[in-house]
């Protein structure tokens, strides 16, 4: 800030700068005290001479009065400056580069201590310091100056609006909140033109864009406390009618992004607005600006919000995009560069999606909605704190109270604690998981948090990974299991519990009388495999990310990785598998794709899937075909004289769902002939004008220098091959060089218009020389500057011809999808036909490392150009009519599901071509160019174990190099196909090379699929091929695109060598590797005959593999004392092969029909396991004469038998639709037939695994756990506990059960008698039906349960508190701003509070039990776990406080203290002003008559006993006739309410009529020494092997063997210990080491004070997962029971009634001499 002394017409004023802007001109100095502390200024007051200052603080008021509060007087600063010492901080102080010299920030990275981060700030602590201190940081006299302009002034100097000249000022300008700001802050609501302005800002260039810097300040020249500040924008001033003058104030932008109306520019406006701002480039010139403020704010789709994404066509619309060429096969860190995402604005199609409840902010408010950010940090935002503020609000004044209060309890139930320090991640979960349960299910809550980035982060699982992913990636070095911690917690804490409950809620017991556990930890290790490869979103803007990392924080997070992920079965509860009962994908109709059900998603003009598993190399590439769907349709008529229609799809048209208003684009150009004419200046053949073909004719000719018009006939200089004299054949000259290209015809498909994204065909012909000559087609968009894209390669007959593909295939012509057309009136395609042939001297140069690889046998030219003397290139041009725009012709939508099976490739039609007709599944398909979907196929599961008729060998890589077994029926792999070579000689070693036929990249086929391409082609399929190619120029054919490029190196050590695996006709056996504990890993035997003997892959190979799974083993004839599977030492692997500890067998699949006859309901859905698709879509299936209520039959057999194919049809009792199951049971015998285990499924094809198996697998997993039976109950009396009753009975918990099966709860109003109202939307889980069932049965309302001592619980401490700041209306004060502040150290205080729980166990135990009566009636009582001595005290000062100062921090109270002092003050008790809070309780009843009456029904809903409310009503009769006022009556009689056991319960308090007695103190006998013993519980706080550990010197190998299995990151150094002797003690070591940080304990120990012991816990003898319930009585697997197991240390039970500090004294007395 600058102070000058200016002179207007001969009068002195002071300008108020900042840089070279005026902001305010004063008639007199500023004055400052010389004095001041903490409690205010002091001093004289002494004048501010000119100079420059640093500006520490200023409130955002005119002058010193805010609200009710004037500042000075208060002690707190309005404006406070430093004086005699200027802040000089500035980039290069804090390490950055100051290219520009003057400290601003424009472009800088600031580093912080040690690190490559951006800096949190860029203040430095030095001028932080001197702020702080009130040596030289002034308060300003009078506070923050008014603007003002005084008459005189040269107003050509400033930018202003005159807005005197509005027509209707009362209403064009609106006071905001006079009552707070004092009629100093305006809002306008008028749009104003240009004739307001004068002397316009210089901060927008000619294209109306931001520049930077636009006020010119450098860094110093503005500064505040703590905080980074951004350049300001130049000052706007406004002339106010009643002369008076204001500054325009700028403010954050947020916008509205919401579901179902998401950004359509996905911010892309705001973005260039930004990077224009920071870097000062044209936005568009390709460069990504890593310093960027903001990014595009388009969420990326997820489960949750894909059904309400749309694509955008605004012009403006960006996306984050792949790095370019980035070949990283994990998409969450697919979208680095340099740590940076790279903003794209797409000019085509963008998927744009919104998230929940992302609203904006009003601008216009008084206390608006602030942003925070690490390089934009307005002043004095408290980010956490705005956010708190809106909580509460919502908490306290929103109008759906029950489903606060519903989202509160939830997220007690979910709880984590937001580590980040960012609130609105917080709130976004809190709202769009807890509050809009209400409209949802408990199901979809528990979906969310699993998908919720800070729950990953609680329970650790945000970077799980499958134990394969690093073991094989690590070449085998480095082994980690996924981490099991939200696996078991959302089973124990979340949905299910620990035990088996009735719909009662009470337990299940065995025959023994023992509780039955939900599940075994095998459960737990399956689970953790499912929460694996999940990752975070990409980073975005429009929301507070405090710019920390390349991911979002806040969005969900999405199955991102496919390698992370486990592929192989996981076994459920009971006898179950996850994915039992969902058909199989081997059962998938014939192009499923077209069935009813099929799934297609918008990707816009993103061509990289979602859900299938392609290189970010493919991302917006050309040459990378997809299948295309066709919208146009017509008769071609091949060359040969066949006729086919390229029909216009059916498929298409459910996609697109074509407008009916759609028509083509006009366009001005002429007719044309369609016969080419040579245009001497592109050097080509050129048709011009609109038309249905164009023809190259006779201008080809042969060859160069034989072709018409002495020209190669190319548009960019390429010329034909010309041999040398020396290469012409003997005897022989140019003449005979009879290789070339002779004519080009491209024709539109149907004979329509060309256009732009139409289909074209390609005729070429040729003269070829030999079988191995290929042609080669290219295009170009551009003609004017051509970038050739390779279309296709085709072998040509010998002599001249036109090239055409074999009959086989059906459509003789090289058919191609022109690219769009944009231009509004025509655009220049060319084409290129390349002839490549095989003869010549040069064709083998490149084997002698020459760079002309021309055999005609090997790959394109990326260009066409000719390489070898005896190739021939020519180009034909064509004019095209611009393109449909695809927002035109289609109403896209975010998903497209079909309502109906499409049948029309099944029509005996062969004159109508469909593209997709030829293929067995999709991918992603371009339904236009450049708009593209990807299909979803319907959940299915396969079977790894599949019969020997059904496995066959496939290879990946082109030299075959690695093999695996694959099943038939899936699309598993590529076309790959042998033999019959009919377009190259065969060479020597090269006999079975193999070729690849696709109708896209990336095409998978089943082996018969694969088998048909191959007829197709005149092949067959490979038997042991020896090569791929071409591929790194080795022999072979690819069709369409360079197909085999697809055919990848992959990288030598990973796991997964290549995700394209190619069919063999070879066989290949499943077999199966068992560990010592019956665990099991499936192994693949290829078959190793022929040429080529492959690698397994890793992930299959016995001695590699490391992914082991449980089975359900068959134990139905299993001897006494034996295992039920293959075991070395127990059974001698069944006489099998045993390799060390494990066993190596072969399997068996034995598949049998289970039932013979019509089965009751119950029978089917126990009995039968895998599901089926529905048959009525299935026109070979019929329904059986059996039938009954329950069941209907399905059959295939003619003689209406029950087979393996019978599919039976039952309600689904979960989701109330059909199920339908196949009558087979499947099996697999292992080693020699004396085990078996039922067939696991596995939503993985391990040939092929996709993300669409992810996230199917997930949602079976999901629903497995709220579809067990245990987890109604459990919910219910989870949340019936929270919502007040601690110890519900079991008619509630019954009641509430069923409302969570059913989805509703029907409620009998008991005053109208036959009057019900419904709750709930059917769903089960529905949170409506179980929210009503909790609070209206009649155990709520019956006078009897509410007398019942059981019913009823304590009230959770913050509920307290917010139930008296709504019953009493807490109201916010004048001065408050959200950003302020409420509430400050609630959970410290009281125990509980709206935010940071300390842990995952939420603020206290749901199945706490107080000791003494309650312990013994065996009542629960929750939050009784926090009346603690601090927790009783902290609520009743945090209340009182409440009461008497308002929300403060005064005498404990728990309002904000904010460093400014505005709250530091405890003000005037009873004054009724409450200046010096943030909020206070603004009740006031009319009469004092009514204060009791209503604060009892406020407070204890009039559950007040007779007794306390005489004694209540009696004081404040005392206070009110003492004093008279009304205020102090409320304060007399809420005290005494809240100190009521009604108040703090939700029960109805009775008198026992009986005196307490006291307990007496024993008598202390002061002649006998006196020690205690206390056991200090931690909770799990301690890492016990981090505490005590063997020290290097005293136990080198143990000390070795610590390091080794604590691993690199967390074991203790010998540096950070210190040594303990222990040579007295009969331990391993001489010397042990204790953490430094626990230096106190060492010395207690070396002094003789302390001893340790080591190695204590809950087990005392070796148990295994097969014995311990027999060997122990404890519950192992839950942080509650082992907590509790904690105090008793005794897992047998033997010494009942004892603790542990009991066996600590027995341990000492029997065994000290083991202490040390």
């Known amino acids: 800030m600058k102070i000058e002394r200016i002179e207007i017409e001969g009068v002195f004023h002071w300008a108020v700068k900042f840089g070279d802007d005026v902001r305010t001109v004063l008639s007199s100095p500023l004055k400052y005290y010389s004095g001041g502390s903490r409690s205010g200024p002091s001093g004289e007051l002494v004048t501010l001479p000119d100079g420059q200052y640093t500006l520490c603080n200023a409130e955002e008021v005119v002058g010193n009065q805010f609200g009710e509060t004037t500042l000075d007087e208060m002690g707190n600063y309005a404006f406070q400056i430093l004086v005699g010492d200027e802040c000089s901080s500035s980039y290069t102080d804090r390490g950055g580069e100051d290219s520009k010299g003057d400290g601003?920030?424009?472009?800088?990275?600031?580093?912080?201590?040690?690190?490559?981060?951006?800096?949190?700030?860029?203040?430095?602590?030095?001028?932080?310091?001197?702020?702080?201190?009130?040596?030289?940081?002034?308060?300003?006299?009078?506070?923050?100056?008014?603007?003002?302009?005084?008459?005189?002034?040269?107003?050509?100097?400033?930018?202003?609006?005159?807005?005197?000249?509005?027509?209707?000022?009362?209403?064009?300008?609106?006071?905001?909140?006079?009552?707070?700001?004092?009629?100093?802050?305006?809002?306008?609501?008028?749009?104003?033109?240009?004739?307001?302005?004068?002397?316009?800002?210089?901060?927008?260039?000619?294209?109306?864009?931001?520049?930077?810097?636009?006020?010119?300040?450098?860094?110093?020249?503005?500064?505040?406390?703590?905080?980074?500040?951004?350049?300001?924008?130049?000052?706007?001033?406004?002339?106010?009618?009643?002369?008076?003058?204001?500054?325009?104030?700028?403010?954050?932008?947020?916008?509205?992004?919401?579901?179902?109306?998401?950004l359509a520019d996905a911010g892309g406006s705001e973005l260039k607005r930004a990077r224009r701002a920071v870097n000062g480039k044209p936005y568009?010139?390709?460069?990504?600006?890593?310093?960027?403020?903001?990014?595009?704010?388009?969420?990326?789709?997820?489960?949750?919000?894909?059904?309400?994404?749309?694509?955008?066509?605004?012009?403006?619309?960006?996306?984050?995009?792949?790095?370019?060429?980035?070949?990283?096969?994990?998409?969450?860190?697919?979208?680095?560069?340099?740590?940076?995402?790279?903003?794209?604005?797409?000019?085509?199609?963008?998927?744009?999606?919104?998230?929940?409840?992302?609203?904006?902010?009003?601008?216009?408010?008084?206390?608006?909605?602030?942003?925070?950010?690490?390089?934009?940090?307005?002043?004095?935002?408290?980010?956490?704190?705005?956010?708190?503020?809106?909580?509460?609000?919502?908490?306290?004044?929103?109008?759906?109270?029950?489903?606060?209060?519903?989202?509160?309890?939830?997220?007690?139930?979910?709880?984590?604690?937001?580590?980040?320090?960012?609130?609105?991640i917080f709130i976004n979960t809190y709202d769009s998981a807890f509050v809009a349960s209400c409209a949802s299910t408990y199901a979809e809550v528990v979906n969310k948090m699993t998908h919720n980035v800070q729950m990953a982060e609680q329970l650790t699982f945000s970077s799980n990974k499958a134990a394969a992913y690093e073991w094989h990636r690590s070449n085998h070095a480095k082994k980690n299991y996924p981490d099991e911690n939200y696996a078991r917690e959302n089973m124990q804490l979340h949905q299910i519990g620990l035990q088996k409950l009735h719909e009662d809620g009470s337990p299940i017991l065995d025959k023994f009388g023992n509780e039955i556990p939900n599940y075994t930890q095998e459960n737990i290790f399956a689970a953790s495999k499912i929460f694996t490869g999940l990752g975070r979103s990409s980073r975005r803007g429009n929301y507070n990310d405090l710019d920390r990392s390349t991911t979002s924080y806040l969005d969900p997070m999405r199955q991102n990785s496919i390698e992370e992920k486990d592929w192989f079965p996981k076994i459920s509860f009971d006898t179950k598998y996850i994915g039992d009962q969902y058909p199989l994908?081997?059962?998938?109709?014939?192009?499923?794709?077209?069935?009813?059900?099929?799934?297609?998603?918008?990707?816009?003009?993103?061509?990289?899937?979602?859900?299938?598993?392609?290189?970010n190399s493919?991302?917006?590439?050309?040459?990378?075909?997809?299948?295309?769907?066709?919208?146009?349709?017509?008769?071609?008529?091949?060359?040969?004289?066949?006729?086919?229609?390229?029909?216009?799809?059916?498929?298409?048209?459910?996609?697109?769902?074509?407008?009916?208003?759609?028509?083509?684009?006009?366009?001005?150009?002429?007719?044309?002939?369609?016969?080419a004419e040579y245009n001497s200046t592109i050097g080509a053949a050129t048709c011009l004008g609109r038309a249905s073909r164009c023809d190259s004719g006779e201008l080809l000719g042969t060859r160069y220098p034989n072709e018409p018009n002495d020209s190669h006939n190319t548009i960019d200089g390429c010329e034909d091959g010309i041999p040398e004299a020396s290469e012409f054949p003997v005897g022989g000259g140019i003449s005979d060089i009879t290789e070339s290209v002779k004519q080009i015809i491209v024709e539109a498909v149907g004979g329509s218009v060309i256009r732009?994204?139409?289909?074209?065909?390609?005729?070429?012909?040729?003269?070829?020389?030999?079988?191995?000559?290929?042609?080669?087609?290219?295009?170009?968009?551009?003609?004017?500057?051509?970038?050739?894209?390779?279309?296709?390669?085709?072998?040509?007959?010998?002599?001249?011809?036109?090239?055409?593909?074999?009959?086989?295939?059906?459509?003789?012509?090289?058919?191609?999808?022109?690219?769009?057309?944009?231009?509004?009136?025509?655009?220049?395609?060319?084409?290129?036909?390349?002839?490549?042939?095989?003869?010549?001297?040069?064709?083998?140069?490149?084997?002698?490392?020459?760079?002309?690889?021309?055999?005609?046998?090997?790959?394109?030219?990326?260009?066409?150009?000719?390489?070898?003397?005896?190739?021939?290139?020519?180009?034909?041009?064509?004019?095209?009519?611009?393109?449909?725009?695809?927002?035109?012709?289609?109403?896209?939508?975010?998903?497209?599901?079909?309502?109906?099976?499409?049948?029309?490739?099944?029509?005996?039609?062969?004159?109508?071509?469909?593209?997709e007709c030829h293929v067995d599944t999709l991918r992603v398909v371009e339904l236009l160019p450049g708009v593209y979907y990807e299909y979803v196929r319907l959940p299915c599961v396969n079977m790894p174990f599949i019969a020997d008729s059904d496995s066959v060998k496939v290879v990946a890589n082109h030299d075959m190099r690695t093999a695996m077994c694959a099943d038939k029926r899936l699309a598993s792999a590529t076309s790959t196909c042998c033999g019959h070579y009919i377009d190259r000689l065969p060479t020597s070693g090269y006999t079975n090379f193999a070729d690849m036929f696709s109708e896209y990249r990336g095409e998978r086929l089943t082996f018969n699929g694969n088998s048909d391409r191959c007829g197709d082609w005149d092949r067959e399929v490979c038997a042991d091929p020896t090569k791929i190619g071409p591929h790194s120029m080795w022999t072979g054919h690819c069709h369409y695109h360079m197909s085999c490029k697809d055919n990848s190196d992959g990288v030598q050590g990973r796991w997964l060598d290549s995700i394209w695996y190619h069919w063999t006709s070879q066989a290949c056996e499943i077999k199966v590797k068992i560990d010592v504990e019956g665990l099991v890993a499936i192994v693949h035997a290829p078959d190793?005959?022929?040429?080529?003997?492959?690698?397994?892959?890793?992930?299959?190979?016995?001695?590699?593999?490391?992914?082991?799974?449980?089975?359900?083993?068959?134990?139905?004839?299993?001897?006494?004392?034996?295992?039920?599977?293959?075991?070395?030492?127990?059974?001698?692997?069944?006489?099998?092969?045993?390799r060390g500890d494990f066993c190596f067998c072969s399997t068996t699949v034995q598949e049998k029909a289970v039932f013979d006859g019509l089965p009751t309901k119950a029978e089917v859905i126990d009995e039968l396991h895998i599901g089926a698709f529905d048959p009525t879509e299935n026109g070979d299936y019929t329904i059986h004469g059996d039938q009954s209520d329950d069941v209907k039959v399905y059959i295939m057999s003619p003689e209406d038998a029950y087979d393996k194919e019978t599919i039976f049809q039952v309600v689904n009792e979960y989701n109330g639709k059909f199920l339908y199951l196949k009558n087979v049971r499947s099996d697999v015998s292992v080693c020699n037939g004396a085990?078996?285990?039922?067939?696991?499924?596995?939503?993985?094809?391990?040939?092929?695994?996709?993300?669409?198996?992810?996230?199917?697998?997930?949602?079976?997993?999901?629903?497995?756990?709220?579809?067990?039976?245990?987890?109604?109950?459990?919910?219910?009396?989870?949340?019936?506990?929270?919502?007040?009753?601690?110890?519900?009975?079991?008619?509630?918990?019954?009641?509430?059960?069923?409302?969570?099966?059913?989805?509703?709860?029907?409620?009998?109003?008991?005053?109208?008698?036959?009057?019900?109202?419904?709750?709930?939307?059917?769903?089960?889980?529905?949170?409506?039906?179980?929210?009503?069932?909790?609070?209206?049965?009649?155990?709520?309302?019956?006078?009897?349960?509410?007398?019942?001592?059981?019913?009823?619980?304590?009230?959770?401490?913050?509920?307290?508190?917010?139930?008296?700041?709504?019953?009493?209306?807490?109201?916010?004060?004048?001065?408050?701003?959200?950003?302020d502040g409420l509430l400050s150290g609630v959970v410290s205080k009281i125990g509980s509070g709206s935010h940071g729980p300390k842990d995952q166990f939420s603020f206290y135990s749901p199945d706490f039990v107080p000791v003494g009566t309650f312990l013994e009636a065996g009542l629960t009582s929750p939050p009784g776990e926090l009346a603690t001595l601090n927790g009783i005290h902290g609520l009743s000062n945090a209340l009182y406080s409440l009461l008497r100062f308002g929300l403060s921090a005064c005498t404990g109270g728990i309002g904000i203290r904010w460093s400014r002092n505005l709250y530091d003050t405890c003000g005037n008790y009873g004054d009724g002003r409450y200046t010096n809070t943030a909020a206070y309780l603004s009740y006031s009843p009319s009469e004092a008559s009514n204060v009791v009456d209503d604060l009892a029904l406020l407070l204890t809903s009039n559950r007040l006993s007779p007794e306390n409310r005489q004694i209540i009503e009696t004081q404040v009769t005392l206070s009110y006739d003492a004093k008279g006022s009304i205020s102090e009556a409320v304060q007399v009689a809420t005290i005494l309410i809240m100190s009521t056991p009604e108040f703090h319960t939700w029960n109805t308090a009775s008198m026992t009529e009986t005196a307490r007695t006291a307990t007496p103190s024993v008598p202390k006998n002061l002649d006998e020494p006196y020690k205690v013993l206390v056991h200090v519980n931690l909770f799990g706080g301690m890492d016990s092997m981090n505490m005590l550990v063997p020290h290097p010197d005293g136990c080198p190998s143990l000390y070795d063997e610590y390091k080794l299995y604590r691993g690199s990151s967390n074991y203790v150094t010998s540096t950070k210990m210190d040594k303990i002797d222990a040579t007295t003690s009969e331990q391993p070591c001489t010397h042990f080491g204790v953490n430094d940080e626990l230096n106190h304990l060492a010395d207690m120990y070396n002094e003789g004070d302390a001893a340790f012991f080591a190695n204590i816990g809950h087990l005392q003898k070796v148990v295994n997962r097969y014995n311990f319930q027999a060997e122990t009585s404890a519950q192992l697997f839950s942080h509650h029971s082992m907590k509790e197991e904690m105090f008793k240390v005794d897992a047998f039970r033997s010494r009942s009634g004892t603790g542990v500090v009991s066996s600590f004294l027995i341990s000492y007395l029997f065994f000290a001499s083991h202490i040390y």
Not at 806 to 818: A, D, H, M, Q
């Open 104 to 262: 601003s920030i424009d472009t800088q990275q600031i580093k912080g201590s040690g690190s490559n981060q951006l800096a949190r700030s860029y203040d430095s602590a030095q001028c932080n310091s001197k702020c702080g201190s009130f040596d030289i940081a002034r308060y300003v006299k009078g506070g923050n100056p008014e603007v003002n302009i005084p008459s005189g002034f040269d107003l050509s100097t400033i930018s202003y609006l005159d807005l005197t000249k509005l027509p209707n000022p009362s209403t064009q300008l609106v006071k905001l909140n006079p009552e707070k700001f004092h009629e100093s802050s305006w809002r306008m609501t008028a749009n104003l033109d240009t004739s307001f302005v004068s002397n316009p800002p210089s901060c927008t260039d000619e294209n109306g864009d931001a520049i930077p810097d636009a006020a010119g300040l450098s860094y110093n020249d503005y500064f505040s406390s703590g905080r980074g500040k951004y350049n300001l924008d130049a000052p706007i001033f406004a002339k106010m009618p009643g002369n008076k003058w204001a500054l325009h104030d700028y403010r954050s932008k947020f916008q509205a992004n919401t579901l179902d109306n998401p």
């Open 284 to 424: 568009g010139d390709g460069t990504p600006d890593v310093d960027l403020v903001t990014r595009c704010s388009n969420v990326e789709a997820n489960i949750f919000n894909e059904e309400f994404c749309q694509i955008s066509y605004d012009e403006n619309a960006c996306e984050t995009t792949p790095a370019a060429g980035a070949g990283k096969s994990n998409p969450s860190t697919s979208y680095e560069d340099a740590g940076k995402y790279i903003p794209a604005y797409a000019g085509r199609g963008v998927v744009v999606c919104g998230s929940d409840n992302e609203v904006a902010p009003d601008q216009s408010d008084d206390d608006y909605y602030a942003v925070s950010n690490r390089k934009l940090n307005s002043h004095r935002i408290s980010y956490t704190d705005q956010i708190r503020t809106v909580w509460m609000e919502q908490a306290l004044y929103a109008e759906d109270q029950a489903c606060q209060k519903l989202a509160w309890h939830l997220s007690k139930i979910f709880a984590y604690s937001n580590g980040h320090g960012e609130e609105e």
């Open 585 to 615: 994908c081997a059962d998938l109709p014939g192009r499923h794709f077209l069935q009813k059900g099929a799934k297609f998603v918008a990707l816009g003009g993103n061509n990289l899937g979602r859900y299938h598993h392609d290189p």
């Open 618 to 675: 493919y991302y917006l590439d050309d040459e990378v075909q997809k299948l295309q769907l066709n919208f146009e349709g017509g008769a071609s008529v091949n060359p040969a004289g066949s006729t086919f229609a390229f029909a216009a799809s059916p498929l298409f048209d459910k996609i697109c769902r074509r407008k009916q208003s759609f028509q083509h684009p006009a366009s001005k150009l002429a007719e044309g002939s369609g016969q």
């Open 756 to 915: 732009g994204g139409s289909w074209v065909s390609i005729q070429a012909k040729v003269v070829a020389n030999h079988i191995r000559d290929k042609v080669d087609y290219y295009y170009a968009a551009d003609a004017a500057n051509p970038d050739w894209k390779f279309i296709t390669t085709v072998s040509p007959l010998v002599g001249e011809h036109f090239v055409t593909l074999p009959r086989t295939v059906r459509r003789e012509k090289i058919t191609f999808r022109l690219p769009n057309c944009d231009d509004p009136d025509h655009c220049d395609v060319a084409f290129r036909v390349a002839l490549r042939s095989s003869r010549g001297i040069r064709n083998d140069a490149w084997r002698n490392g020459d760079s002309i690889n021309n055999d005609g046998s090997h790959k394109p030219y990326d260009d066409g150009c000719a390489k070898d003397p005896y190739d021939d290139t020519d180009d034909l041009v064509l004019q095209v009519l611009p393109s449909p725009r695809p927002q035109d012709m289609c109403d896209f939508q975010a998903t497209i599901t079909l309502d109906q099976s499409l049948s029309y490739c099944d029509d005996d039609d062969s004159s109508k071509f469909y593209m």
């Open 1088 to 1138: 190793e005959t022929g040429a080529k003997i492959s690698d397994v892959l890793p992930l299959v190979d016995f001695d590699k593999t490391v992914s082991f799974f449980s089975v359900h083993w068959d134990k139905s004839n299993v001897a006494a004392g034996k295992l039920a599977y293959p075991h070395a030492s127990d059974n001698l692997c069944d006489e099998g092969d045993i």
């Open 1235 to 1379: 085990f078996k285990f039922r067939s696991p499924p596995a939503f993985y094809n391990v040939a092929n695994p996709d993300l669409v198996s992810a996230n199917q697998e997930m949602e079976a997993y999901l629903q497995s756990v709220i579809n067990h039976d245990s987890a109604p109950p459990f919910t219910c009396k989870s949340l019936i506990k929270l919502f007040g009753s601690s110890n519900p009975s079991p008619d509630h918990v019954f009641r509430c059960s069923q409302a969570f099966k059913s989805g509703t709860f029907l409620f009998s109003d008991p005053e109208e008698p036959g009057a019900t109202l419904s709750f709930g939307s059917g769903k089960r889980s529905s949170m409506q039906a179980i929210l009503a069932a909790i609070v209206l049965p009649p155990e709520s309302y019956s006078p009897s349960v509410v007398m019942d001592p059981a019913s009823g619980g304590v009230q959770d401490p913050f509920e307290k508190v917010l139930h008296v700041m709504r019953s009493m209306k807490l109201t916010r004060s004048l001065h408050h701003r959200r950003s």
